[in-house]
C-alpha cells in the first residue's frame, strides 16, 4: 500500500510542470483568439473587452496550476490567488498590446 502511493506520488505532475504545461495551452489559445481577431478585422476595444472570455478553460487550468504551486510553497490560499490572478491578467494585457501593435501595423503574427 505504501508503495502504490509513493509511486502515485511519484508519477504525479509536479506543480512547477502543470504550471508550464497550463501556460502554454492558455497562451497558445490567446494567441489564436487574436489571429481570428485580426482576421475579423475587430477593433483593438472590441478584442480588449472580448480577451477576458475566451480560454475560459485553458485559464481556469493554469489559474489552478499557479494556485497549487504558490501554495506548495507556502503561500496562503488568498496570496496564491491573488498571484493567480496577476499573472491571468498580465497575460491578457500583453495579448492586447499585441493585438493592438499587429492592428495598427496591418500585419499578423507568424503561424
Do not use: W
Not at 497550463?22 to 483593438?44: E, H, Q, S
Not at 480560454?55 to 493567480?84: H, K, Q, Y
Request: aromatic share 8%; net charge negative; with cysteine.
Amino acid at each position: 500500500m505504501l508503495f502504490t502511493t509513493l509511486l502515485l506520488a511519484v508519477m504525479a505532475p509536479s506543480p512547477t510542470a502543470a504550471v508550464d504545461t497550463t501556460r502554454v495551452a492558455f497562451t497558445k489559445c490567446l494567441n489564436t483568439a487574436m489571429k481570428k481577431g485580426l482576421d475579423d478585422k475587430i477593433t483593438a476595444a472590441e478584442f480588449e473587452m472580448s480577451v477576458k472570455s475566451v480560454c475560459e478553460t485553458e485559464r481556469a487550468a493554469f489559474r489552478t496550476a499557479v494556485i497549487a504551486l504558490n501554495r506548495s510553497g507556502g503561500d496562503s490560499e488568498a496570496d496564491a490567488a491573488e498571484n493567480a490572478d496577476m499573472q491571468v491578467d498580465d497575460y491578457h494585457a500583453n495579448f492586447v498590446d499585441k493585438f493592438k501593435d499587429y492592428s495598427e501595423n496591418n500585419s499578423r503574427p507568424g503561424d
